[in-house]
């Protein structure tokens, strides 16, 4: 177990492959280029995927934190 | 992958053509003409999608920066 | 493309017809008489939209900017 | 077509009908009593509509701003 | 019709019954206790409502303020 | 009937058993243990409810404020 | 029962196994390793449960405060 603040993970992430669940059910997975305090969060190579599937490729994308249930680094 | 900070992207987009998925559901694509720190944005020559398919033209459009979920360049 | 912040699109929509996409699917349509920071708008004319067709006639509203999803002159 | 401010609509609406749409689709009518700057709103005679039809007679309501989506002075 | 402003109608309404109705649709009615500025609400002899029928009795409650639609003193 | 403010009920909680309704439907019960200005709420020995029935004992919880509908001491 | 205010909680919940219940009902469970003010949470060996059974593994996760329903210690 690490003692971290939260957002260290955040910057851990970056460069890295990231997992976003959304408010809605949606979730993207992509490369995270870059996050601001409100958690939002710019994707490289993202995807929308469904049921764990990839839905449809979005490219670079801009995620507005407030929409952001959780982030998972994988 | 960059380093630039989120909203770097919306600068970088001005001009082109975006897709923005809202809260709800809906999906619109337009050319960026403009944008504020709330994530307020003007498109030209915005249409609505469904399902990926242009579902209706709606020339101009302000989008509240709060209902977005995100934005993705294309 | 003009480079006009999101904001000069409300003042040039004064006293022309607007559409007004509301949270929870309502859409309204009638001539934008004024607004302010909140994005509260209010129309005159005004009729409350069902898939395109007029559903009924609400003559002068006032709409609160919170539940405004998305404004487009028309 | 006026250039009144939005709020200027709720000061003229003081002891006329109005009719409120609030979130979750509830309509009420009655006469506006009273306001204030977060747009809540006492009604007299109000009246919970539903297809355009009184559902039940409620008296003297305040209702909170935040719940509404429209208000249409009739 | 009166002018007194909104919060008032709280301060008329202590010791008498009020229907609160909620987000999400429930409805409780109760002696009113006592307010604050959030609207924040302590009922007595409290019931939750079903379609007007007593769904079961809750005795005292405190009622979060952003979770209120409308009050309605009977 | 008391007049005692909102928060007042809260500290006379303490230590005895409460029934709290959150957004959503979900229902709890516990003895309280602690509670701050937004209304955070500890409970000891906690219990979901489903249909006024324990689905799931949960022992030790911490229940934002934001999520709470009403505070029932019983 | 304890007299500690609500965050000692999260405190005292570092490095060991909790339960998250998020809006729109979604639950996640892992081992806790830090917390903010917002009560944004990192979780680590996350686990993505349905009806109590694991759905999926997370791993390392971030959540946002704002989407917590509650938390227990287990």
Redesign the interface.
Known sequence: ??????????NGA??GSV?L??????E?RG?M????VH????L?N?EQLED?EVK?K?????????????????
Chains 1, 2, 3, 4, 5, 6, 7 share one sequence.
């Open positions: 177990m690490t003692e971290k603040r939260p957002f260290d993970i955040l970056l460069g997992l669940k959304l408010k809605g059910g949606v993207v490369t280029a870059s996050y601001d958690m939002n969060i710019v490289e993202a764990g449809r979005l490219g670079t994308m801009l995620v507005r934190g407030d929409n952001i249930v959780f982030i998972s680094p994988s």
